[in-house]
């Protein structure tokens, strides 16, 4: 009995065993299958671009594989279609110097400058229009000039490929009689651009034809002041850190005073153009500003000791160097950045931005251009 029992036991499990290596080989199979086809699918959806023929090829070997190349080529179509429909040459894309503005009404006009892309189109011309001439009204060249106070928006199109365009938003502010000195500075914790879903720099914003770039008034070759913006001097902030500046260097043991501060736009222009006709303009241009593009009319300039070369890697100019951004300045045409600032460098011309921009801006190695993301190049 016992015998018998567990010869049927045993051949119970002869059978089993039996079962499961079947299920097992067929479980192989399979697995060698969808690894061969899974391969194949790959290959073929590798090689489309560089080789078409060997495309073919595996296609025609494994028949489940056609779906997925058949879908690259379409992709691929669509775009060459759209680039087809403009004719080599056109214009591609606007972009402005500010999309953002406010003005006052009675008060100066205002200009973005306008970048059409590419570089070397055909036709450049530009088409501008107001969406309420009463706010602000704009000229051909794009001149934009505050009407009554309100809010419109200021479109500039390319000529040659009408959906190609940009816009200004303005606002117009009602009459102001007294010029205040406007806030300065907004001081954030790291350097930042702040850009739209569309693209727009919503961190330049122009009030009064000054460009402020994140709170911070920016005057170099691409942004100029109005010819009416006069201070009268050095700021009062300027001047007070300007006083404790020179009281530490003292202290140090070195001698920091001013050569020449505030100048106001008429002062600039007899300046440039002297310069101009002494060194000619090119000249003139890496190291003095046209009318309207020298921070000296801020009022938060100085040049200290003596504005010359000679006062670069004195023992005040180094002391300046490490100094400066404690009372709110930066070295502006720092060393090797003239492709940045549009200007060589200049040991002695100080700006105040307020000691959190100074120590973010000096200690970060750039020059303003640079740490704020702007250009320095006249139109
Ligand atoms: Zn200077």
New binding site residues.
């Given amino acids: 009995m016992r015998v018998a029992k567990s010869r049927r036991r045993r051949s119970k499990q002869a059978e089993q065993l039996l079962s499961v290596l079947i299920l097992l080989a067929i479980l192989a199979v399979l697995i060698a299958g969808i690894i061969l086809i899974a391969e194949r699918l790959l290959e073929g959806s590798k090689s489309p671009p560089a080789e078409p023929m060997t495309v073919m090829e595996t296609q025609t070997e494994t028949v489940i594989s056609t779906e997925a190349p058949t879908e690259i080529p379409i992709t691929t179509e669509a775009p060459t279609e759209a680039e087809t429909t403009l004719p080599p040459g056109s214009v591609t894309g606007v972009t402005l110097s500010f999309y953002r503005a406010s003005m006052h009404a009675g008060g100066g006009s205002i200009m973005p400058l306008v970048f059409m892309e590419p570089e070397d189109a055909d036709n450049k011309t530009e088409i501008w229009e107001s969406s309420d001439e009463d706010v602000a009204s704009v000229d051909d060249a794009g001149t934009i000039t505050p009407g009554s106070a309100g809010h419109c928006t200021v479109r500039v199109t390319s000529a040659d490929n009408p959906s190609v365009f940009a816009e200004v938003d303005v606002t117009v502010l009602p009459p102001e009689d007294t010029i205040t000195t406007p806030a300065m500075s907004r001081p954030g914790t790291t350097t930042y651009t702040e850009v739209s879903a569309d693209g727009v720099r919503e961190d330049i914003e122009v009030i009064d034809g000054i460009t402020y770039v994140q709170g911070v008034m920016m005057v170099n070759k691409t942004y100029p002041l109005p010819a009416s913006y006069n201070p009268g001097g050095l700021t009062p902030e300027t001047q007070q850190a300007f006083r404790a500046l020179c009281v530490a260097a003292a202290v140090a043991g070195y001698s920091l005073f001013s050569h020449s501060d505030f100048r106001n736009y008429s002062r600039q222009a007899a300046l440039y153009d002297s310069y101009c006709a002494r060194d000619g303009q090119a000249a003139a241009d890496r190291f003095s500003a046209r009318p309207g593009h020298s921070?000296?009319q801020t009022g938060m300039?100085i040049?200290v000791n003596w504005?010359g070369d000679s006062f670069n890697d004195t023992a005040e100019a180094q002391w300046l160097e490490a100094h400066c951004a404690e009372y709110g300045f930066v070295i502006r045409f720092p060393r090797e950045k003239e492709e940045y600032t549009g200007y060589k460098y200049?040991s002695?011309?100080i700006r105040y931005v307020g000691v959190e921009w100074a120590e973010q801006i000096m200690g970060s190695g750039l020059c303003m251009e640079e740490f704020f993301n702007v250009k320095s190049v006249y139109p």
Avoid: G, Q
């Fill in positions: 921070e000296h300039v040049d504005p200049e002695w011309h």
